[in-house]
């Protein structure tokens, strides 16, 4: 009765969060375009930033503490300086293949790149970029899904089940949310969401901590936005598309979790059953 009764109430909290996420999501864009228009700027995404982590995280925390009946401290997110070591393992598993993908595609002349605004302007700007990268996207999205979605599954399936599930889902909400926002996505871009909740459910699962997909998430936001965002105006990139491909997705993800498992050599028991 116990057993049978846990993993309807566990898939129901899981639900409940992807919608709410959802939510939350659409719901920040759709505020922000109404009290700052459509067009981006500056104080749109500091609004959309602190907005997105002031409401994902105080929700998480109640879910977890509430729903589930169980301590913060299982969704992998530790508090104190224990994190800046995976923090920083997984900003390096996706820079490091990104040098070498960018050089590949700069040397073969697949892209080319031009600064369009000063370097000092460019180099001012960072700073700001990764903190408000960290608020919008990498802290909410991998609490959420890396930590409490997968946490949740993990409590039902093998490793490998709750990753590739926590994945699904991820993709699925990334996918609904451009449909919702944007009216369309390339399947490329679908793909992406999809291969990125893979490789950072993985992570998760090496490391133990959440925090590696956030520096992972981090360094790849922050560059992805600074090169490719023309509403901003930083860089001008002829063949962007293989520029995208190769030295933004390919490399980085293929090399990943053989980098990240240089750091952390315990061996992972992908099938085993749930405690």
């Not at 228009?37 to 002031?54: K, S």
């Not at 923090?87 to 073969?108: H, K, S, Y």
């Not at 980085?252 to 240089?262: C, K, N, T």
């Amino acid at each position: 009765m116990g057993g049978s009764a846990v993993i309807p109430r566990q898939g129901m909290h899981v639900g409940g969060v992807w919608l709410l996420l959802l939510g939350i999501f659409y719901g920040k864009s759709q505020l922000a375009t109404a009290l700052f228009g459509p067009a981006y700027a500056v104080d749109r995404h500091i609004f959309m930033a602190v907005l997105t982590t002031a409401l994902v995280v105080p929700a998480i925390v109640l879910a977890r503490r509430h729903l589930d009946n169980q301590p913060f401290a299982g969704l992998g997110l530790a508090l104190d300086l224990s994190a800046l070591r995976p923090l920083l393992i997984g900003a390096m598993a996706w820079l490091l293949p990104f040098v070498l993908g960018l050089a590949t595609c700069l040397v073969f002349g697949l892209a080319e790149i031009r600064a369009v605004a000063p370097w000092g302007e460019i180099l001012a700007f960072v700073p700001l970029l990764v903190l408000l990268v960290f608020l919008l996207e990498a802290l909410p999205e991998e609490l959420a899904f890396r930590g409490y979605i997968q946490a949740n599954l993990a409590r039902l399936v093998p490793p490998w089940a709750a990753v590739a599930i926590q994945a699904l889902l991820f993709g699925t909400w990334g996918v609904a949310l451009w449909l919702l926002t944007a009216g369309g996505i390339e399947p490329l871009h679908a793909s992406l969401f999809y291969v990125m909740g893979a490789v950072l459910g993985m992570l998760r699962i090496i490391t133990g901590s959440v925090w590696t997909g956030i520096g992972f998430h981090v360094a790849f936001q922050t560059v992805a936005q600074l090169l490719l965002s023309t509403d901003r105006g930083h860089f001008a990139i002829d063949n962007p598309g293989w520029l995208q491909f190769i030295a933004l997705g390919a490399v980085p993800f293929s090399l990943a979790i053989p980098i990240v498992e240089r750091f952390y050599r315990d061996r992972v028991e992908w099938r085993a059953r749930p405690v």
